[in-house]
């Protein structure tokens, strides 16, 4: 059974830095392509930033290029999003998301998800 679960959100202040994590369990990074997304109220869920190793591909919006770097651990299954200069506009609930061996950053593509994980950027 694939499961994802999130953690490192919280609070923090304009200019800030986090680090979200998302531990996998289910399935190998090798066969899949994950990703980070955001939803804030009111709003659509985005891509932020996507990784596939098989791909060897990464793809960025551009709301966070320069700013978020995403990596994972294969051997641990465990994906990561550092975010730096974090901005109020960043506030959304972070959610870690896979599918199998299908290339992109679009939502409907993905398949399983986890339960998100709240970011607030204060100003």
């Known amino acids: 059974e694939v499961q994802l679960v999130e953690s490192g959100g919280g609070l923090v202040q304009a200019g800030g830095s986090l680090r979200l994590s998302c531990a996998a369990s289910?399935?190998?990074?090798?066969?899949?392509?994950i990703g980070w997304f955001r939803q804030a109220p009111g709003k659509e869920r985005e891509g932020v930033s996507c990784?596939?190793?098989?791909?060897?591909?990464?793809y960025y919006a551009d709301s966070v290029k320069g700013r978020f770097i995403i990596s994972s651990d294969n051997a641990k299954t465990t994906m990561y999003l550092q975010m730096n200069s974090l901005k109020p506009e960043d506030t959304a609930v972070y959610y870690c998301?896979?599918?199998?061996?299908?290339?992109?950053?679009?939502?409907?593509?993905?398949?399983?998800w986890g339960q998100g994980t709240q970011v607030t950027v204060s100003s």
């Open positions: 998301a896979a599918v199998r061996d299908q290339w992109g950053c679009a939502t409907a593509i993905y398949d399983y």
């Open positions: 990784i596939s190793s098989s791909h060897g591909s990464t």
């Open positions: 289910g399935f190998t990074f090798d066969d899949y392509v």
